[in-house]
């Protein structure tokens, strides 16, 4: 699939605001010298938004988007750029992910519940009986 328009603004809120929405791209903030610190993707409707949130984060001086057919599209042609040209700010950013199973927490056997059930309610018969 065919690339549909590539523009450049400054990375400026003014000028951000002149990009195209009306397709996913793929975009790059670029310093002064066409270093590429950061490479991301935006659906259709969020590119401005989108490219907005990097304003004082990420260093630059423009944004060059290149509007896509789809978002596959452009995840794709980011995924090439970072692993080409390993963008700094990409490299920061993304850290090893997590899996779900990692994210829960691990069940506690229930002999232990049962314990820590029985524990309790021994303490509160403690509490109450140290009033007295």
């Given at each position: 699939m065919a690339t549909e328009k590539t523009k450049?603004?400054?990375?400026?809120?003014?000028?951000?605001?002149?990009?195209?929405?009306n397709k996913p791209v793929v975009y790059k903030i670029l310093t002064k010298n066409n270093n590429n610190?950061?490479?991301?993707?935006?659906k259709k409707g969020r590119v401005r938004e989108?490219?907005?949130?990097?304003?004082?984060k990420i260093?630059?001086?423009?944004?060059?988007?290149?509007q896509m057919s789809s978002i596959s599209e452009a995840a794709s042609k980011e995924a090439n750029i970072i692993a080409r040209v390993k963008p700094k700010y990409n490299l920061l950013r993304d850290k090893p992910s997590r899996t779900?199973?990692?994210?829960?927490?691990?069940?506690?056997?229930a002999?232990?519940?049962s314990l820590e059930r029985s524990l309790n309610k021994h303490a509160n018969i403690?509490?109450?009986?140290?009033?007295?």
């Open positions: 450049t603004v400054k990375f400026k809120e003014n000028d951000i605001n002149k990009l195209p929405n610190n950061y490479t991301g993707v935006a989108r490219v907005k949130e990097h304003l004082g260093p630059g001086s423009k944004v060059r988007i290149e779900r199973s990692q994210d829960k927490p691990k069940a506690q056997p002999v232990i519940t403690w509490k109450e009986l140290s009033k007295y």
